[in-house]
């Protein structure tokens, strides 16, 4: 069964974890991307299910 609330606190919390690594240095310098593309990336890796 689908709960919303918890598709979109697993969504944000997936979001978050993926800013967190990549802002830190040793993955950042291998990524060339904006600020907001790891967080959204995270957001939205579920979106299928």
């Known amino acids: 069964m689908f ?4 598709f979109w606190q697993h969504s ?3 979001g ?3 800013k967190l690594l990549q802002e830190r240095k ?8 904006g600020d907001d593309d790891s967080f959204v990336a995270g ?6 299910k």
């Open 12 to 14: 944000i919390a997936v």
């Open 16 to 18: 978050l974890i993926a």
């Open 26 to 33: 040793e993955i950042n310098n291998k990524i060339d991307r």
């Open 3 to 6: 709960h919303a609330q918890d």
């Open 43 to 48: 957001m939205v890796h579920d979106i299928g």
